[in-house]
C-alpha cells in the first residue's frame, strides 16, 4: 500500500523559512518523478516543484529561488526547504510520487 505522510508545516512570519519533508512506504522515489504542491483557499491546486527520477528540479517562477525540493533516496524521503516566505505562500502543501500518489497535506501559514 502506497503512503506518502507530509510534516514540518506551521506557522511562520514573512521572510522566514520552514522546511517540508515527506516519507513514502510502498513506492521508492529513486524510481519516479516526484513533486511538491500547494492549494490556497479558494484556489486551485498548483504545482510548486517537480523532479523527474534523479533529474533536476523545476520551479513555479513564483518560488523560484526561494524554495528548493531534495530527496534522500535511501530513506524514502522527499524536502521543500523554503526560505524568504511570503503571505501569498500560505497553503495545504501536498507531496506527490509518480502518477497518483499523494500525502493528506500539511498547513503553511505566512503571516505578514
Known amino acids: 500500500q502506497v503512503q506518502l505522510v507530509e510534516s514540518g508545516g506551521g506557522s511562520v512570519q514573512a521572510g522566514g523559512s520552514m522546511r517540508l519533508s515527506c516519507v513514502a512506504s510502498g513506492i521508492r522515489l529513486s524510481f519516479n518523478a516526484v513533486g511538491w504542491y500547494r492549494q490556497a483557499p479558494g484556489k486551485q491546486r498548483e504545482l510548486v516543484a517537480h523532479s523527474l527520477s534523479e533529474g533536476k528540479a523545476v520551479y513555479a517562477d513564483s518560488v523560484k529561488g526561494r524554495f528548493t525540493l531534495s530527496r534522500d533516496n535511501p530513506k524514502n524521503m522527499m524536502y521543500l526547504q523554503m526560505i524568504g516566505l511570503k503571505p501569498e505562500d500560505t497553503a495545504v502543501y501536498y507531496c506527490?510520487?509518480?502518477?497518483?500518489?499523494w500525502g493528506q497535506g500539511t498547513q503553511v501559514t505566512v503571516s505578514s
Open positions: 506527490n510520487v509518480g502518477v497518483d500518489a
